[in-house]
């Protein structure tokens, strides 16, 4: 494992090695009010305690009308602060520093007054969304969402945010001309609103407060993803995590030979046309898979979700040369509906036996 445990600083802030949880949401831990549960701050502290580098934790909600499920996690009121301090002090308790994902589902959100840059409508996991065209005004109060949540995040205790613009949610919107046929200043290409919230939040958080973003490579190309790439790296973004964008409207690509994920080759490509720190994601699920991906796409870290979720100890049993197991992406996924009952937590404490 030459890179995957090799230490690296970001803008001053030591990681311990090359592997990142990125976020994932908990389902049903918290309810309508977005609070922290005990819950969530167990399950953080236990991930801290498994070796990553780094966590980045799950996308949290900046404001009630952009709610991916009516129970996320919020950060749209100050009372939520405190419950927040308390994940960031339990994984500061274990030496590891934490990002939070700041977010806003627009037209595929769960509350009924959907919105999106444009009139759009789209089937999304089955249920049709039907977003209608924000107001200036209306995208003027998100931007101020953004930016007041990035400076709960400081005080919060976390390191930085990163920014949800990938997986379909309203920055991916924006980025996507293809779902973003406005006529104005935050017409196609989306970096208006982007700019807007950059600058508002460094005025509102301190020069060493790192801000990053989860980026879609094809959105809806893999032109447009290097394009949206190098743009941010002009105006300050401190790392880029490559993801999927708004996968209804994207055209993924990779060459016929390539040995891994359409996202991967994505983030491979934009990490040659940028200098900024770059992680790459999707089925990453074994050590030699992580550290072939590293020397593959000369990416800063690799992304562990599932595998994190099978076994805490995911970095650590890696480390020490242990199977650490692996997620069987069942149909229904039941970490979600019971941890326990998980059919890749099962396999792995069989076989560990």
């Known amino acids: 494992m030459e890179h995957l445990f090799t230490a690296w600083s970001l803008k001053g802030h030591e990681i311990k090695n090359r592997i990142c949880v990125p976020p994932m949401v908990c389902f049903g831990w918290s309810d309508d009010s977005g609070m922290v549960t005990e819950r969530n701050v167990a399950h953080y502290r236990a991930i801290a305690k498994g070796g990553a580098g780094l966590i980045i934790q799950e996308a949290t909600c900046i404001n009630r009308q952009g709610r991916l499920s009516l129970d996320q996690l919020g950060i749209w009121e100050d009372g939520q602060i405190p419950g927040l301090r308390k994940i960031v002090e339990a994984v500061h308790g274990e030496q590891v520093p934490i990002f939070v994902q700041i977010h806003h589902a627009g037209v595929i959100s769960a509350t009924g007054d959907r919105v999106c840059p444009s009139d759009y409508t789209c089937v999304h996991k089955g249920i049709e969304k039907r977003g209608r065209e924000l107001s200036l005004e209306e995208i003027h109060q998100i931007e101020e969402d953004f930016i007041q949540a990035a400076r709960r995040a400081y005080e919060a205790g976390y390191d930085g945010v990163e920014l949800h613009g990938c997986h379909s949610y309203l920055l991916s919107q924006f980025m996507n001309r293809l779902v973003n046929r406005r006529e104005d200043v935050y017409g196609p290409g989306g970096m208006e609103i982007l700019k807007r919230i950059l600058e508002g939040i460094r005025k509102v958080t301190p020069p060493e407060f790192i801000v990053g973003i989860r980026l879609g490579a094809f959105e809806p190309e893999l032109s447009d993803g290097i394009a949206h790439a190098k743009w941010l790296e002009a105006h300050g973004i401190d790392f880029i995590n490559v993801s999927y964008g708004f996968d209804l409207e994207a055209r993924r690509e990779k060459p016929e030979e390539y040995p891994f994920a ?69 149909s229904t996924c039941m970490w979600r509906v019971d941890a326990d009952k998980c059919a890749g937590r099962l396999k792995r404490m069989r076989e560990s036996r």
């Open 262 to 330: 359409e996202a991967i080759y994505g983030a491979k490509k934009i990490k040659e046309a940028v200098s900024v720190p770059v992680f790459a994601v999707y089925g990453i699920q074994d050590g030699e898979t992580a550290e072939a991906v590293l020397q593959d796409t000369n990416v800063d870290m690799v992304n562990i979700g599932r595998g994190v979720l099978v076994n805490y100890q995911w970095a650590n049993d890696v480390k020490e040369g242990r199977d650490p197991g692996k997620c069987l992406y069942c």
